[in-house]
């Protein structure tokens, strides 16, 4: 096919096809973009000979993935888990390089091939994960607090040897002193530029910009490609700009809001990466391939685990934590390929090594998907072998200190959300108030009690980001019958098992609610309820023997006499 809209049609319909598929498997559809670009490649079907027709999509997905990464680096997760996810974070990624590194050169690789090698046996993928443990409902357990952290650690890592590799990897002329000066102006300019672009130009930008959720949209993604570029340009890579774009933005109260919303877009334009990546594999290598990544699948599916288990039993965990965290990390992570491919891409490595490393990605990405799908029945069985791993009397509690708890969440700060949320605050009740109007976090902190955060009921992904493990309510004071059908869901699917409480303004949209809404709980009808409460006090004043008519009464009698 030579159209380029052609060819991509063909290619997004065979990815729908196979993705089905995967998800029939409960695989992740990292193997199935892969396995189509094999499909599709010069091995197969020969569609797409040169890949340059989605290379522009996967270099902008990859820019968005790095920018979500930067985006959401919540540092307070790696302190409401103590020290456990700095030392097992750092610690795997230290063991795992020095062991794959050990390997790589036993299984006949030269220096710089092994460490390439090594590097990505380290890094596991936190979208694989957290989507798993969000389906089993295990995000907000010990072990899935644990393994987040850490992961963030890995994320932490593996932009910063980006960072590394950008900076030096290119062919100058200059002296290794001469590089490291212009790197370290270059980074020095690009980080004061960007801070005062935080503290005075965002705020004004995001204030306005927020007035349309579409508009926030594209201009969070003008930005995240804007400063890829610019990191580009000043000599790092497209990926270390887009992480910092993230990064810039993460203090922000739009955080989660454009992070939710930029997630189903990241996943499309990363199909195209994943799909260019195997369509560029090798088949005519990649039989020799097969033993060096049957030993370096081993390695991650079983060597990364032990790593975990062995860290946290010294720390003083539960075998049984040690060992359900550390089957997080028995896969290679998508930043293993794009670290790869950036290598290729600086010519350190050949195809070869790319091909090799997508391969154990296959591989391990394949079999932890079940491993973590069955953590438990294999915990049962493994139990008694796992002994060793933890101390006689292991010193750690059962749950780490977590974020502060809130007891309800209510979406909307109209009029009676607003109401709402201040007498629940005022009975003592800690509230999270979630608005889209940029103008009710003033509001809100002006009331004690009330916290704030900017996001819209009809993202269905956004309530991943609610402190859902302590609230026991939910009230959407939004009176839009499908908003309250999408948020409804969104809570159950996401795990919340609390009480879900929707409005509903008429009779009509009231009876809708209550019959083709089972996941909501209780349907609040304030202009029903207020009719009731104000009719039932004029009733009472009517039949008040000292009322206003008796008052009117008396006033006559004495007016005639």
Do not use: C
């Given at each position: 096919?030579?159209?380029?809209?052609?060819?991509?049609?063909?290619?997004?319909?065979?990815?729908?096809?196979?993705?089905?598929?995967?998800?029939?498997?409960?695989?992740?559809?990292?193997?199935?973009?892969?396995?189509?670009?094999?499909?599709?490649?010069?091995?197969?079907?020969?569609?797409?000979?040169?890949?340059?027709?989605?290379?522009?999509?996967?270099?902008?997905?990859?820019?968005?993935?790095?920018?979500?990464?930067?985006?959401?680096?919540?540092?307070?997760?790696?302190?409401?888990?103590?020290?456990?996810?700095?030392?097992?974070?750092?610690?795997?990624?230290?063991?795992?390089?020095?062991?794959?590194?050990?390997?790589?050169?036993?299984?006949?690789?030269?220096?710089?091939?092994?460490?390439?090698?090594?590097?990505?046996?380290?890094?596991?993928?936190?979208?694989?994960?957290?989507?798993?443990?969000?389906?089993?409902?295990?995000?907000?357990?010990?072990?899935?607090?644990?393994?987040?952290?850490?992961?963030?650690?890995?994320?932490?890592?593996?932009?910063?040897?980006?960072?590394?590799?950008?900076?030096?990897?290119?062919?100058?002329?200059?002296?290794?002193?001469?590089?490291?000066?212009?790197?370290?102006?270059?980074?020095?300019?690009?980080?004061?530029?960007?801070?005062?672009?935080?503290?005075?130009?965002?705020?004004?930008?995001?204030h306005r910009l927020a007035a349309s959720q579409e508009l926030l949209l594209v201009g969070a993604v003008a930005w995240a490609v804007s400063l890829a570029a610019l990191g580009d340009l000043l000599g790092f890579s497209t990926e270390v700009g887009a992480f910092l774009a993230g990064f810039a933005?993460?203090?922000?109260?739009?955080?989660?809001?454009?992070?939710?919303?930029?997630?189903?877009?990241?996943?499309?334009?990363?199909?195209?990466?994943?799909?260019?990546?195997?369509?560029?594999?090798?088949?005519?290598?990649?039989?020799?391939?097969?033993?060096?990544?049957?030993?370096?699948?081993?390695?991650?599916?079983?060597?990364?685990?032990?790593?975990?288990?062995?860290?946290?039993?010294?720390?003083?965990?539960?075998?049984?934590?040690?060992?359900?965290?550390?089957?997080?990390?028995?896969?290679?992570?998508?930043?293993?390929?794009?670290?790869?491919?950036?290598?290729?891409?600086?010519?350190?490595?050949?195809?070869?090594?790319?091909?090799?490393?997508?391969?154990?990605?296959?591989?391990?990405?394949?079999?932890?998907?079940?491993?973590?799908?069955?953590?438990?029945?294999?915990?049962?069985?493994?139990?008694?072998?796992?002994?060793?791993?933890?101390?006689?009397?292991?010193?750690?509690?059962?749950?780490?200190?977590?974020?502060?708890?809130?007891?309800?969440?209510?979406?909307?700060?109209?009029?009676?959300?607003?109401?709402?949320?201040?007498?629940?605050?005022?009975?003592?009740?800690?509230?999270?108030?979630?608005?889209?109007?940029?103008?009710?976090?003033?509001?809100?902190?002006?009331?004690?009690?009330?916290?704030?955060?900017?996001?819209?009921?009809?993202?269905?992904?956004?309530?991943?980001?609610?402190?859902?493990?302590?609230?026991?309510?939910?009230?959407?004071?939004?009176?839009?019958?499908?908003?309250?059908?999408?948020?409804?869901?969104?809570?159950?699917?996401?795990?919340?098992?609390?009480?879900?409480?929707?409005?509903?303004?008429?009779?009509?949209?009231?009876?809708?609610?209550?019959?083709?809404?089972?996941?909501?709980?209780?349907?609040?009808?304030?202009?029903?309820?207020?009719?009731?409460?104000?009719?039932?006090?004029?009733?009472?004043?009517?039949?008040?023997?000292?009322?206003?008519?008796?008052?009117?009464?008396?006033?006559?009698?004495?007016?005639s006499a």
């Open positions: 096919m030579s159209d380029p809209f052609y060819l991509t049609a063909a290619v997004l319909a065979v990815a729908a096809v196979v993705g089905l598929l995967a998800n029939r498997l409960r695989q992740p559809l990292i193997v199935a973009f892969i396995a189509v670009g094999i499909l599709v490649g010069p091995s197969v079907l020969g569609w797409v000979q040169d890949a340059e027709p989605l290379e522009l999509f996967a270099e902008i997905g990859i820019a968005v993935l790095l920018f979500l990464v930067g985006l959401k680096l919540d540092l307070r997760l790696v302190r409401a888990t103590g020290s456990v996810a700095l030392v097992t974070g750092l610690g795997q990624v230290a063991f795992t390089s020095i062991v794959g590194f050990g390997l790589a050169m036993l299984l006949g690789m030269d220096a710089t091939t092994a460490l390439y090698v090594g590097i990505a046996l380290t890094f596991s993928s936190t979208i694989i994960v957290v989507k798993l443990l969000s389906d089993k409902r295990e995000i907000d357990e010990l072990h899935g607090r644990i393994a987040l952290g850490f992961l963030i650690v890995q994320d932490i890592v593996v932009v910063l040897v980006m960072i590394v590799l950008s900076s030096f990897g290119g062919d100058s002329d200059r002296s290794l002193a001469a590089d490291l000066g212009i790197t370290l102006a270059s980074g020095l300019g690009f980080v004061v530029g960007l801070a005062i672009a935080m503290r005075w130009v965002l705020p004004w930008v995001l933005l993460a203090s922000t109260s739009f955080r989660d809001a454009i992070s939710s919303s930029l997630t189903p877009l990241r996943d499309f334009l990363l199909l195209f990466f994943f799909i260019e990546l195997g369509s560029q594999l090798d088949f005519s290598t990649i039989g020799s391939q097969v033993p060096a990544a049957l030993v370096l699948s081993a390695f991650v599916l079983i060597g990364n685990p032990v790593i975990v288990l062995i860290i946290m039993g010294v720390m003083g965990y539960r075998r049984r934590v040690g060992f359900l965290a550390g089957l997080t990390v028995a896969q290679i992570s998508e930043f293993s390929l794009i670290f790869v491919a950036l290598g290729l891409t600086l010519g350190h490595i050949g195809n070869e090594t790319v091909g090799l490393v997508t391969l154990v990605g296959l591989v391990t990405i394949g079999l932890s998907t079940y491993m973590i799908l069955y953590s438990h029945p294999l915990y049962d069985r493994l139990a008694p072998y796992l002994r060793i791993f933890e101390r006689a009397k292991p010193s750690q509690g059962d749950e780490p200190e977590g974020d502060e708890p809130v007891d309800v969440v209510v979406y909307g700060y109209g009029r009676y959300g607003r109401n709402l949320a201040w007498r629940l605050a005022d009975g003592g009740h800690r509230v999270l108030v979630v608005d889209w109007d940029p103008q009710a976090a003033a509001e809100v902190t002006e009331h004690a009690g009330l916290d704030v955060v900017f996001g819209d009921a009809e993202d269905n992904t956004y309530p991943s980001n609610l402190p859902l493990s302590t609230a026991r309510v939910v009230v959407s004071t939004v009176a839009r019958v499908e908003s309250n059908r999408i948020l409804a869901k969104a809570l159950r699917r996401w795990g919340f098992d609390g009480t879900v409480a929707v409005t509903a303004h008429t009779t009509t949209d009231a009876e809708a609610l209550d019959r083709d809404l089972p996941e909501a709980d209780l349907v609040l009808r304030p202009f029903h309820d207020a009719s009731e409460v104000a009719t039932a006090e004029l009733i009472a004043l009517l039949h008040e023997p000292g009322g206003h008519a008796a008052h009117q009464r008396d006033a006559e009698e004495a007016g």
